[in-house]
């Protein structure tokens, strides 16, 4: 269980965003599936959850506090990753209160995002990752 | 784990506070026996350092508002940079004012109470109830122009902190219990913005108190060890300046890029 690869879902709407971090994310053999649009990533959690979801606070239709909210209450053990531009201390708080792993401003380097997810795969390592 | 910040408008009960939470929590106490170290490594009279936390400047004092605004800044940068290690409950330090904007500080006010406080002065001073009255008045009014006049802000507007207990109401004891139980909640725990943010803090102030050694007037942001400075000079003067900010600000440690902004002193012309 210990060597099993993370499943991390990564939702921004902006493509860029995924493009670009996922294949940083994918370097230390974990899988990575990105979404730009919150209600089809919420629609793959219910068939298959994740460990990691790492997820963007404003988009259209559902917002990241949204997303932390449902995949929390899908999945308690599931680590989420608010990541922003438009980070507030109002905004961090609100997230870290509802359940937040982490939360990060963009912009960022990959290699920070890395960092924090190795931190949550600590946590998660104690417990069991999802099974595929 | 938090920093806690707890202020208070009568100095015995904020340092009493302070220490009862620090002690509950196993936490660091920061007060204004960090002064001497400050005034050391910034070769400060410590005596000095220490009146210029209750006082704003004057030519009677012989303290310049230069003098006086360098001086706050070194204040400033150290209680930052220590800040950074956590686990911090400060007091007397003014950073209720300029420790702003960082999700895993909790900013705490506490409120003596104005029957106990007036009682308190009538006792100790033996004023008459409506002395002790006009001195606290006195006294409140002082701490409201100090704060306004060091960092813009009003410390008695309570809109500002994240939780304020009134003494009048809830004792002692029971207030050591709100901020620590408070302090518990996952909205003050530490993340990597917060982080950021107040290493981002930490940097523009040690810039600011480099800067201010050599000249008045400057505003420093900083992110990521990119620097900001805005400063205003006259237009003949402009590309001396940015080459003298450029030069000092590359020498505080963490700043790998500087960039001035200089508006034109229209007064000074």
């Not at chain 2, 004023?127 to 960092?151: D, G």
């Not at chain 2, 107040?198 to 810039?207: F, P, Q, Y």
């Amino acid at each position: 269980m210990a060597n099993q690869p993370l499943k991390i879902m990564l939702i921004d709407d902006e493509n860029i965003v995924g493009k670009r971090l996922k294949p940083a994310l994918e370097k230390t053999g974990d899988i990575v599936e990105t979404f730009e649009e919150g209600k089809k990533a919420l629609a793959r959690f219910d068939e298959t959850p994740f460990d990691i979801v790492v997820t963007d606070i404003r988009m259209e239709n559902i917002d990241g506090i949204e997303i932390l909210e449902q995949v929390l209450a899908k999945s308690g053990r599931t680590k989420v990753i608010i990541i922003t531009g438009y980070a507030t201390v109002e905004i961090a708080r609100e997230a870290l209160s509802k359940g937040a792993f982490d939360f990060i401003a963009k912009p960022f380097k990959p290699a920070d995002l890395r960092g924090i997810i190795q931190r949550a795969s600590k946590e998660l390592r104690s417990g069991f990752l999802h099974t595929t | 784990m938090p920093i806690i910040i707890i202020s208070a408008d009568v100095r015995e009960i904020e340092e009493s506070i302070a220490q009862k939470v620090a002690d509950e929590m196993g936490y660091n106490l920061m007060n204004r026996r960090i002064l001497a170290d400050i005034a050391a490594k910034h070769q400060i009279d410590p005596g000095r350092l220490n009146e210029i936390m209750g006082t704003t400047p004057s030519l009677f004092k012989k303290m310049s508002a230069r003098q006086w605004r360098r001086n706050l800044a070194c204040v400033e940068a150290e209680v930052l940079d220590h800040l950074l290690a956590g686990n911090i409950v400060c007091q007397g330090l003014a950073a209720h004012l300029y420790v702003t904007g960082i999700s895993h500080v909790m900013n705490v006010r506490i409120l003596s109470g104005n029957s106990r406080c007036i009682k308190d002065i009538v006792e100790k001073k033996g004023l008459s109830l409506q002395k002790a009255e006009k001195c606290r008045a006195a006294e409140l009014q002082h701490r409201k122009k100090w704060s306004l006049a060091a960092y813009v802000c009003d410390e008695t507007d309570l809109s500002r902190y994240d939780l304020v207990i009134n003494l009048d109401q809830i004792d002692p004891v029971e207030a050591v219990k709100t901020i620590t139980g408070a302090a518990e909640y996952r909205k003050f725990q530490v993340m990597t913005y917060s982080m950021k943010c107040l290493a981002d803090l930490a940097l523009a102030a040690k810039v600011n108190a480099k800067l201010l050694d050599s000249m008045p007037s400057i505003k420093v942001q900083a992110r990521d060890g990119s620097v900001v400075v805005i400063t205003k000079a006259l237009n003949r003067q402009k590309r001396k300046k940015i080459a003298t900010i450029k030069e000092l600000a590359s020498t505080v440690d963490g700043v790998s890029y500087v960039e001035v902004h200089v508006k034109n002193n229209i007064l000074a012309s």
